[in-house]
């Protein structure tokens, strides 16, 4: 059974950064994809990086140059680096996998449709 638990979320200035982390369980990191997605207040949830199992990236264009996914595959963390946050990337971020996905069709095409999902942390950036 595929478990994922969010941590990292917290509240921070804009401008400034924030590191997530995922801790995963009973998924091979070496296949498939692992995605984080953001859900804004009042808006649907969109994923804005994604990581393949060669360790291939894909972003979002609202967050490219600014967030870097990775993953620790020995540790079994999925990251999520978040620098320059501005206040409309507030929301909860969940971690996700999708094992027959490829990173540039999530980022492209998915919402809610993957495999598992963790429980979300909540990001809150003040102006």
């Known amino acids: 059974q595929v478990q994922l638990e969010e941590s990292g979320g917290g509240s921070v200035q804009a401008g400034g950064s924030l590191r997530l982390s995922c801790a995963v369980s009973?998924?091979?990191?070496?296949?498939?994809?692992m995605a984080w997605f953001r859900e804004a207040p009042g808006n649907q949830r969109e994923a804005v990086a994604a990581i393949d199992g060669d360790g291939s990236t894909t972003y979002a264009a609202s967050v490219e140059g600014r967030f870097t996914i990775s993953k620790d595959s020995a540790k079994k963390i999925l990251y999520l680096e978040m620098d320059s946050l501005k206040p409309e990337g507030t929301g909860m971020y969940y971690c996700?996998?999708?094992?027959?996905?490829?990173?540039?069709?999530?980022?492209?095409?998915?919402?809610?449709?993957?495999?598992?999902w963790g429980k979300g942390t909540l990001v809150t950036v003040s102006s």
């Open positions: 009973g998924y091979r990191f070496s296949s498939g994809c």
């Open positions: 996700a996998t999708g094992e027959s996905y490829t990173s540039e069709y999530v980022i492209a095409n998915v919402r809610y449709g993957m495999d598992y």
